[in-house]
């Protein structure tokens, strides 16, 4: 099992910006793609971006390219969100989750999941 805990979500005022955070723990974490994705109230779960467990190969929606950054430190087992330049409709609860192996964009392709960070932003 790998367990999977995010941090650094919040209020922020659009424009703004907010870094997650997500600690991964359990068993050797190596081999693992992670992956952000986010939901919203009424809404399924999106996928936002994800990259490989090299970090050599990364991915992101439409919505988020060019505002947001996805990177990892495989000696903390630590894999982060930079989200700048924040919109209203960014507001949603963001989960990071891991693969083994390639980037997926499918939320149902993923093996574990965390349990959420909230992040709003207010117009």
């Known amino acids: 099992q790998v367990q999977l805990v995010e941090s650094g979500g919040g209020l922020v005022q659009a424009g703004g910006s907010l870094r997650l955070s997500c600690a991964a723990s359990?068993?050797?974490?190596?081999?693992?793609?992670m992956g952000w994705f986010r939901q919203a109230p009424g809404k399924e779960r999106e996928f936002v971006a994800a990259?490989?467990?090299?970090?050599?190969?990364?991915d992101y929606a439409d919505s988020v390219k060019g505002r947001f950054t996805i990177s990892r430190d495989n000696a903390e087992n630590t894999v982060y969100l930079q989200m700048n330049s924040l919109k209203p409709e960014d507001t949603a609860v963001y989960y990071c989750?891991?693969?083994?192996?390639?980037?997926?964009?499918?939320?149902?392709?993923?093996?574990?999941w965390g349990q959420g960070t909230q992040v709003t932003v207010s117009s």
């Open positions: 990259i490989t467990w090299g970090g050599s190969n990364t």
């Open positions: 359990g068993r050797p974490f190596s081999g693992y793609a």
């Open positions: 989750a891991a693969i083994l192996g390639l980037i997926r964009v499918g939320p149902r392709d993923y093996d574990y």
